[in-house]
């Protein structure tokens, strides 16, 4: 179960951390969002140092349908409406911004960038379409609405955003890690104050950004209250349509196409980690519905953490930490949030303005109704009677049957059969207290 970019690429390698070290900036997290914030850093004449605990982009970044774009579902009608007009048009300047920067570099690499209108259809609310659209046009954003669309189904036609992108991400990844300061197998073992403990050393760093994809410090910041996590499944077809854009449902659990070359990836099935949804399985019988000649290249599925009103968190890991930044909760957007997350950071940590900090501030208010339903959640496992707990902070663990794991429903952790982690938020396996945190 390999994505079509993990089988095609071949990622640099680099030699776990040993003895003491001091440097201004350290990135934990090598995923691409390290990645990027460690390159920014470079760019800006930052030193710092990057550490994995396995090995660069061997979680969420190879899994990622990789599309480039500002269009994160039909979000900014419900954007004006919480935050405003200033914030809602941050949001999206932001985006628009990270795409370019991804215009910019991926000039000087080999990754397959290529330019693709984004469309997000409706099955059967075209009002919904025209609110989007009318929110659009507040925020001075020039989109369409597209009625007739290469879609194996009748729909209510789509909101269309021109000039977006998609490319493969390792072959990106792999690009951009030339040159810069990596340990990988260096997992950080306790968190102090401008201090990380590994197993082999210690290092020491003005600033600390980390990008684990779910936070692991519970002390500070309430990620395990603000954030759950969702999976969501792909099948890589031969022989099926080319579709000349990215597509996604505006529904929760509705499909997503977009080619890679000859193939089609075919989204959805997707649900909360650690409860029961369609997964592969509805997928395989929607492409036996619509696409009946085509056929499975490979399979794979990904997971996505989701805030509680549908923007990251990137900044400061909360009001009380000194010099200790996150970048988490991207929502199914990883591509430009990651991006947006180093120009952010990048100038954070420097000590410089940022025009888009304020819209993603890990400190806004966590009073929204996605609030008291993981509140909920928690409890709920929590008082369940089982053997298997997480260890991260003591739930349930379900059993996942379509691909054989031990899932946590309050907060995503995943495990093999044996008990070895796949999955944070959890930091080590079932037998695994897990890092300390300061």
């Given at each position: 179960?390999?994505?079509?970019?993990?089988?095609?690429?071949?990622l640099?390698?680099?030699?776990?951390?040993?003895?003491?070290?001091?440097?201004?900036?350290?990135?934990?997290?090598?995923?691409?969002?390290?990645?990027?914030?460690?390159?920014?850093?470079?760019?800006?004449?930052?030193?710092?140092?990057?550490?994995?605990?396995?090995?660069?982009?061997?979680?969420?970044?190879?899994?990622?349908?990789?599309?480039?774009?500002?269009?994160?579902?039909?979000?900014?009608?419900?954007?004006?409406?919480?935050?405003?007009?200033?914030?809602?048009?941050?949001?999206?300047?932001?985006n628009?911004?990270?795409?370019?920067?991804?215009?910019?570099?991926?000039?000087?690499?080999s990754?397959?960038?290529?330019?693709?209108?984004?469309?997000?259809?409706?099955?059967?609310d075209?009002?919904?379409l025209?609110?989007?659209?009318?929110?659009?046009?507040?925020?001075?954003?020039?989109?369409?609405?597209?009625?007739?669309?290469?879609?194996?189904?009748?729909?209510?036609?789509?909101?269309?955003?021109?000039?977006?992108?998609?490319?493969?991400?390792?072959?990106?990844?792999?690009?951009?890690?030339?040159?810069?300061?990596?340990?990988?197998?260096?997992?950080?073992?306790e968190?102090?104050?401008?201090?990380?403990?590994?197993?082999?050393?210690?290092?020491?760093a003005?600033?600390?950004?980390?990008?684990?994809?779910?936070?692991f410090?519970?002390?500070?910041?309430?990620?395990?209250?603000?954030?759950?996590?969702?999976?969501?499944?792909?099948?890589?077809?031969?022989?099926?349509?080319?579709?000349?854009?990215m597509?996604?449902?505006?529904?929760?659990?509705?499909?997503?196409?977009?080619?890679?070359?000859?193939?089609?990836?075919?989204?959805?099935?997707?649900?909360?980690?650690?409860?029961?949804?369609?997964?592969?399985?509805?997928?395989?019988?929607?492409?036996?519905?619509?696409?009946?000649?085509?056929?499975?290249?490979?399979?794979?599925?990904?997971?996505?953490?989701?805030?509680?009103?549908?923007?990251?968190?990137?900044?400061?890991?909360?009001?009380?930490?000194?010099?200790?930044?996150?970048?988490?909760?991207?929502?199914?957007?990883?591509?430009?949030?990651?991006?947006?997350?180093?120009?952010?950071?990048?100038?954070?940590?420097?000590?410089?303005?940022?025009?888009?900090?304020?819209?993603?501030?890990?400190?806004?208010?966590?009073?929204?109704?996605?609030?008291?339903?993981?509140?909920?959640?928690?409890?709920?496992?929590?008082?369940?009677?089982?053997?298997?707990?997480?260890?991260?902070?003591?739930?349930?663990?379900?059993?996942?049957?379509?691909?054989?794991?031990?899932?946590?429903?309050?907060?995503?952790?995943?495990?093999?059969?044996e008990?070895?982690?796949?999955?944070?938020?959890?930091?080590?396996?079932?037998?695994?207290?897990?890092?300390?945190?300061?």
């Amino acid at each position: 179960m390999e994505s079509i970019w993990t089988r095609g690429t071949v990622l640099p390698q680099f030699e776990s951390f040993e003895g003491e070290l001091h440097t201004d900036v350290l990135v934990i997290g090598g995923g691409l969002t390290g990645l990027l914030c460690a390159r920014r850093l470079a760019e800006m004449g930052v030193e710092s140092v990057l550490v994995e605990a396995s090995v660069i982009c061997g979680g969420m970044t190879g899994n990622t349908t990789a599309k480039i774009t500002a269009q994160h579902g039909l979000v900014y009608d419900k954007m004006l409406r919480r935050f405003g007009v200033e914030r809602a048009r941050m949001y999206l300047e932001a985006n628009q911004t990270a795409l370019g920067e991804y215009r910019r570099i991926c000039a000087g690499i080999s990754c397959g960038f290529e330019e693709r209108d984004a469309f997000t259809y409706s099955l059967n609310d075209r009002g919904i379409l025209e609110r989007e659209l009318r929110a659009l046009e507040t925020l001075g954003f020039s989109a369409e609405l597209s009625e007739e669309l290469p879609l194996p189904f009748p729909t209510a036609g789509a909101v269309r955003f021109p000039g977006q992108a998609q490319f493969d991400p390792l072959r990106f990844a792999a690009a951009i890690a030339q040159g810069l300061k990596i340990y990988e197998h260096t997992p950080v073992l306790e968190l102090a104050p401008y201090t990380a403990v590994t197993p082999q050393g210690t290092i020491r760093a003005e600033k600390i950004v980390v990008c684990t994809h779910f936070p692991f410090l519970n002390k500070h910041g309430s990620y395990f209250l603000k954030m759950y996590q969702r999976r969501s499944y792909v099948l890589a077809l031969e022989g099926a349509a080319d579709v000349d854009g990215m597509y996604v449902d505006e529904a929760e659990d509705g499909l997503s196409f977009r080619n890679a070359g000859e193939l089609l990836l075919l989204g959805g099935g997707g649900h909360r980690t650690g409860r029961r949804g369609g997964g592969w399985r509805e997928l395989k019988r929607c492409a036996a519905r619509y696409y009946p000649s085509s056929g499975e290249r490979t399979r794979w599925a990904a997971q996505d953490c989701m805030t509680l009103d549908g923007v990251p968190y990137i900044g400061p890991y909360s009001a009380r930490t000194q010099g200790l930044y996150v970048a988490t909760g991207f929502n199914k957007w990883g591509m430009t949030s990651a991006m947006a997350a180093s120009m952010i950071l990048g100038d954070l940590v420097t000590d410089r303005e940022n025009p888009y900090a304020p819209v993603f501030s890990p400190s806004r208010t966590i009073l929204r109704p996605q609030l008291a339903a993981n509140a909920g959640m928690a409890a709920l496992s929590l008082l369940t009677p089982s053997k298997r707990r997480c260890p991260h902070m003591g739930c349930a663990l379900k059993w996942n049957p379509q691909e054989r794991t031990w899932d946590c429903p309050c907060h995503g952790s995943r495990f093999t059969p044996e008990g070895k982690l796949i999955d944070n938020p959890a930091t080590g396996g079932l037998d695994h207290t897990g890092p300390k945190g300061e």
